[in-house]
């Protein structure tokens, strides 16, 4: 009973240290504008839309998050294996991979908007200096807590795959949650808060993304702000649950059955989200239906 209760206790850290990478990978990715809504950051000036949004797509999230997470890891383990104390080891190895991410996304900058220079995009160093560390600091935030839980089901639980593994399964996790949850609050609702709610966005409109903020032109700190509002916490309660059921389940059942148990918990966990997630789509077109432009009436003279 007291092993159970432990692991539940572990369960519910790593649950935490989750949602805090969740929601801090989404908000880095976002002011870095790394992922899906890339591609309208990157198509607006060859539409003829100049703007300051930071773009450095350096690739898609799960591979992107599965690399920093790994590294940092990796560092970690081969410190700790030398004797270093494993918190000191953690933090610097997950400085370390942060300074790779730097170098990553300064590169990825640079590349992507000196490739737009026949199209007058300019390379703004202001955007490099306050931009960069930015999103550093954001993807510290990120792999940090992403690393420490990997130790944690390590050093806790026994778990028998090696630091730098669990690193790779769980950055990729990391990515896939920010990408698939919060993603679509930066691409569909920031980028084109020009555009009326629930209409979707026309071909006649693709690349003319909202430039320009309350006082002056947009940068992707203002969208760092407005995600961190919203699909910086979903992201983050998304991958939160994923690793808290995860656990949770192998910690409850794994000796039931031969571990048969947790498989069928798994299986179960799956079907009542599908359930739920169904039902929700349901009700949402049945009280909103699909999009109706809003009737004019011409008023005569």
Request: hydrophobic share 50%; proline share 5%; net charge negative.
């Amino acid at each position: 009973m007291e092993s159970v209760l432990f692991g539940i206790g572990v369960t519910a850290l790593a649950g935490a240290l989750a949602t805090i990478a969740g929601a801090a990978e989404d908000t880095e990715s976002n002011i870095g504008s790394q992922g899906d809504p890339n591609s309208q950051v990157q198509l607006a000036p060859q539409m003829g839309y100049i703007h300051r949004i930071y773009n450095k797509a350096v690739s898609g999230e799960p591979p992107a998050y599965g690399l920093w997470v790994t590294i940092s890891a990796g560092v970690a383990w081969a410190f700790m294996a030398t004797g270093m104390n494993p918190v000191l080891a953690l933090v610097i190895a997950s400085a370390l991979a942060i300074f790779v991410q730097g170098v990553y996304a300064t590169t990825a900058y640079l590349g992507r908007t000196a490739s737009l220079a026949k199209f007058e995009q300019p390379v703004y160093i202001d955007v490099i200096k306050s931009v960069t560390t930015v999103t550093m600091a954001h993807a510290f935030v990120a792999v940090f807590p992403a690393v420490v839980m990997c130790y944690l089901l390590i050093a806790a639980l026994g778990h028998p795959f090696p630091l730098p593994l669990l690193g790779i399964v769980w950055g990729i996790a990391l990515g896939a949650a920010g990408s698939a949850t919060g993603n679509p609050f930066y691409g569909k609702e920031r980028q084109y808060q020009s555009q009326k709610f629930g209409a979707g966005v026309p071909i006649s409109a693709s690349g003319n993304i909202v430039r320009y903020a309350e006082a002056g032109q947009r940068s992707s700190l203002d969208n760092g702000w407005f995600t961190a509002k919203l699909a910086g916490p979903a992201s983050g309660i998304c991958f939160g649950l994923i690793v808290f059921l995860e656990i949770w389940r192998t910690v409850l059942f794994e000796d039931v059955a031969s571990g048969w148990g947790a498989i069928i918990a798994g299986v179960v966990i799956i079907l009542i989200f599908t359930i739920i997630d169904r039902y929700v789509e349901v009700w949402a077109r049945k009280n909103y239906g699909p999009y109706q432009a809003e009737a004019t009436e011409e008023v005569s003279a």
